[in-house]
């Protein structure tokens, strides 16, 4: 299976202190809450019998949400033959497990939108969006819930995504110094901030009442990856190392630009069918996810 890159830190064992989560840090203190529409979203994903009924009454609860996703389900993205006027059309049209990963990828768009005015910190939203999309790709190829899936590559940063809202400058200014050092970003956010994002996330995914496995993918998407449980952790950390060797990690690729031969040998340490759903050429695969997350901004 895929080991980890050179910038990722080393993989942390399963054990106490690889499970233990710190009390809050005062880099998390006075941080939003997350919305609370995104949690009750979290509680309908582990409820395998959730109703459509259920799901409507709660995305109608946020007349923003609501509007902006069917704004999204109008886009030429989704290809909609006729005009999308009613949450039920769009469930029609676009399914239930594309419009609840959709009303996901809005309240969370919307929970880090002030900090996005700053570039750097725009491709780290970037980032979620691309190991959401191909989380959501593997799953489907080895017969895994994708909106599960997408779910967690959604927020398996949420650590980092709350680091950078509480603390936009400083979080911008520690990715400059780590691209430019090569410094791994767990270490300096430790120096920084005294806590790392897979800390300070597995934190926030407790006190916002996040499901476990989701906590899990928060916590554990730098480890090194179990080839012989590829179940949804698996399916983040491959999403989360793919993502980077595609262009779209936190930090911008090296100036030399693609690695095809990274990209194939990484294609081919998966199983079977994920390398099935993987292109050859990894352009085609990056086309797919500027043009997916260009229309999601």
Not at 54 to 83: K, P, W
Not at 203 to 218: C, K, M, T
Request: proline share 6%; hydrophobic share 45%; with cysteine.
């Amino acid at each position: 299976m895929p080991t980890q890159t050179p910038e990722s830190p080393a993989a942390a064992p399963h054990g106490p202190a690889a499970t233990s989560e710190p009390v809050q840090h005062w880099a998390l203190r006075d941080l939003p809450p997350f919305p609370s529409i995104a949690v009750k979203l979290l509680q309908l994903l582990s409820d395998e019998d959730v109703q459509v009924k259920r799901l409507i009454e709660l995305l109608r609860s946020d007349a923003a949400l609501c509007a902006e996703l069917l704004r999204r389900a109008n886009s030429a993205l989704y290809g909609a033959r006729t005009q999308v006027s009613s949450l039920q059309q769009g469930l029609v049209l676009l399914g239930l497990d594309q419009v609840r990963s959709l009303a996901m990828a809005v309240a969370l768009g919307s929970y880090v939108r002030s900090a996005m005015r700053i570039a750097a910190l725009r491709r780290c939203w970037r980032h979620s969006l691309a190991t959401a999309l191909l989380a959501e790709r593997l799953a489907h190829a080895v017969h895994f819930e994708a909106d599960r899936a997408y779910t967690a590559g959604l927020l398996h940063d949420i650590g980092l995504l709350g680091l950078m809202v509480n603390n936009p400058k400083e979080y911008a200014n520690l990715l400059l110094v780590s691209r430019e050092s090569g410094f791994d970003i767990r270490i300096t956010e430790q120096a920084m901030f005294d806590v790392d994002h897979c800390e300070a996330g597995a934190w926030l995914a407790r006190q916002w009442g996040f499901p476990e496995e989701i906590l899990d993918s928060v916590r554990h998407h730098h480890d090194g990856i179990d080839s012989s449980r590829y179940g949804l952790l698996a399916i983040t950390q491959s999403a989360v190392l793919l993502s980077g060797i595609l262009g779209f990690g936190v930090l911008p690729p090296p100036e030399s630009g693609n690695d095809p031969a990274r990209y194939d040998e990484f294609r081919q340490q998966l199983p079977a069918a994920a390398q099935d759903c993987l292109p050859l050429r990894m352009e085609v695969l990056q086309d797919f996810l500027t043009q997916r997350i260009n229309a999601y901004e």
